[in-house]
């Protein structure tokens, strides 16, 4: 790669970003980096626009990491709830406290203590790194590999190792380490404003000149990926167990989606199956004598990354309260359901069922 061609990138991009570019964000110009570290913890696997409510609400709640660090998880969770990716929350509450208790609450400003942090890669350490504390650590997140890939007219599959290290070279290469912080800045919003996935704004784009993709017709084409992501199909069967004005709920503790929050008693079946299998399966389970009504109440579709979740649900009434159906449940009151967390379908199956 011609040097010109990188420093014109650098020139451009910084130019653009102090001139042009109006992306505001509330935490653009924050250098807390406990705020800084919250956003960015929200904003992986989530866009801006969807994790700004989480942001307002998790600084309004807890102004200081002291404050997350004295959280109860079922209220931090309850707040998490919508932002999938349960595992994130998890990380954040055990750093957290680790930073409160072992650091007395001084967050650390070393790239390498950074990134030891639990929950912290490669790309969080080195926004945090360069938001808060100036450091000259380029990030690399999807926009930017698109945004490298593309001006550079680079093949090589950003998910391959290969990929990585000659991203991350490059990424670094390029860094303004006049101000790491505004060059990083300045990446990410154009792969989010202008270089989009689909559709670019070649027209506004400060870097179109010396663009590799625009020039030789490869937009479509890059950044290229090597391996196609396999789904899974699981098939969750949902019983609302409801005795009177209480409901049977359980906590998922075993690793794996949904880790830490609640749902109904759960049949999960290979495939799919009906009700006249499930009924079977409670009446093996010698609870047949208590079943007053067994009705089929919905059902819903749920996309995480490598699984594909469908979920029916029945409400099921019983004529006795059982101290016990599993092991991790208990009985709730439907008005005391809104103070537990809950997977984004059930959520969906709540508001619809239990807040109409
Ligand atoms: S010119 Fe188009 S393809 Fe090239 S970096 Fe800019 S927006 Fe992306």
Redesign the pocket.
Known sequence: MKDKQKSYFTIQLNYWHSNVNRRSLPWKEEKDPYKIWLSEIILQQTRAEQGLKYYLSFTGTYPTICDLANARDEDAFRLWQGLGYYNRCKNMLATARFICSELKGQFPAQHENILALKGVGAYTAAAIASFAFNLPHAVLDGNVY??LS??FGEETPIDSTEGKRLFATLAQELLNIENPSAHNQAIMD??AT???PKQ???D?????KK????RDNL?HL?PVKSKKLKIQNRFFNFLVFQFGDEVWIEKRSEKGIWQNLHQFYLIESPESVDKLALQENLHLAGWKTLIQKFEYSGKMKQQLTHQLIHSQFYTVQLSDKPAELSASGFWVQVDQLKLYAFPKTLVDFLEASFHS
């Open positions: 698109r945004v593309r001006y154009l792969g202008v270089c989009t670019p704004k070649c506004e784009c400060p870097l179109l663009c590799v993709a625009a937009i890059l």
